[in-house]
Nanobody, 118 residues
Framework: HVQLVESGGGSVQPGGSLRLSCAAS????????MAWFRQAPGKEHEGVASLDRDGNTSYLDSVKGRFTISRDNAKNTVFLDMNSLKPEDTAIYYCAAGPYCLEAGMEYWGQGTQVTVS
């Protein structure tokens, strides 16, 4: 029984910051690629950031330099630190885990958390 639960979403003004967290039960994060995805109403689902088991990171071009993905293995938690937020970052954000860092390889998904920048 695997569950990923996101938290930390909310409403902020442009230029503000948020930290999203994803807590896992039933899996150990260090054994997986962890990733964040997002979807805004009427827009395409897109990958935001990923972190593989070796510590390699990858980011959507539009968030490079502003967002940082990290994990705390002891707490079995993955984070997305978002800085200099823009209105176009408004979306539901989902965390996911899988054996490799592709959306098609994600096996487990969280329920999502809303981020609104206005």
């Amino acid at each position: 029984h695997v569950q990923l639960v996101e938290s930390g979403g909310g409403s902020v003004q442009p230029g503000g910051s948020l930290r999203l967290s994803c807590a896992a039960s039933g899996i150990t994060y260090s054994s997986y690629c962890m990733a964040w995805f997002r979807q805004a109403p009427g827009k395409e689902h897109e990958g935001v950031a990923s972190l593989d088991r070796d510590g390699n990171t990858s980011y959507l071009d539009s968030v490079k330099g502003r967002f940082t993905i990290s994990r705390d293995n002891a707490k079995n938690t993955v984070f997305l630190d978002m800085n200099s937020l823009k209105p176009e970052d408004t979306a539901i954000y989902y965390c996911a885990a899988g054996p490799y860092c592709l959306e098609a390889g994600m096996e487990y998904w969280g329920q999502g958390t809303q981020v609104t920048v206005s």
